[in-house]
């Protein structure tokens, strides 16, 4: 039925602060992805899930940033120690599995770090 | 690893003209070529994807061609219409599917009536 769905649509946080966004995939596909849009960018690539594990996850900028998808379903991105250049549109996509599939983007999370 | 560039930053067409944006990629172990058109505030969605054992692909209006020697790939729009209007990206990835894909920076696309 319903596509990816993202949570929330929109986190203002402040510098230094804890911050999970929350993906749920639409149902059945394996793979899951999380890109970040910067304003007048293209999605860049973060982290990459087949199942429950992080397949690829050379795309995430440092050690501040983690995700997990521990039932292999919803995923979580988490970001600890919150900077003002990690305000972006952070996109989750799914896809029915890592070859032959095309990815769907849920409507994203627009974080903003003041 | 992968880089994708892509031209025009910005594409201005009258209503009923053809519309061309073009990309290179880097990785010559590359194999799959989708776009995507991302109306503003909204996802991306994807609209043609080619894999590197064609060298064209046709839907409707749109179509997407890909030269694996040059390595680069078109997107042609066809009697555009105000409802292309867009940012539109191409994206590259190696490994037979979707993992990993590097975007480019996107072309706004304007159709002018």
């Known amino acids: 039925g319903a596509g990816v769905s993202q949570t929330p649509s929109n986190k203002v946080t402040e510098k230094g602060k804890y911050v999970e966004l929350r993906c749920d995939p639409i149902s059945g596909h394996t793979a899951l992805y999380w890109y970040r849009q910067s304003l007048g960018q293209g999605p860049e690539f973060l982290i990459y899930?087949?199942?429950?594990?992080?397949?690829?996850d050379s795309g995430l900028p440092n050690d501040r940033f983690f995700a997990v998808r521990p039932e292999g379903s919803v995923s979580t991105l988490k970001i600890q120690r919150t900077e003002r250049g990690d305000s972006a549109v952070y996109l989750c996509?799914?896809?029915?599995?890592?070859?032959?599939?095309?990815?769907?983007f849920g409507n994203g999370t627009r974080l903003t770090v003041t | 690893g992968e880089n994708v560039e892509q031209h025009p930053s910005t594409l201005s067409v009258q209503e009923g003209d053809s519309a061309v944006i073009k990309c290179t990629y880097s990785?010559?172990?590359?194999?799959?070529f989708p776009w995507y058109k991302q109306e503003l505030g909204k996802r991306p969605q994807l609209i043609i994807d080619i894999r590197s054992n064609v060298g064209e692909k046709k839907d409707q209006r749109i179509a997407v061609t890909l030269n694996k020697t040059a390595k680069h790939f078109s997107l042609h729009i066809t009697e555009t219409q105000p409802e292309d209007s867009a940012v539109y990206f191409c994206a590259a990835a190696s490994g037979g599917g979707a993992d990993g894909l590097t975007f480019g920076k996107g072309t706004h696309l304007i159709i002018q009536p």
């Open positions: 899930f087949q199942g429950t594990g992080a397949a690829d």
């Open positions: 996509a799914s896809s029915l599995g890592p070859y032959n599939s095309p990815l769907h």
């Open positions: 990785d010559s172990a590359s194999n799959y």
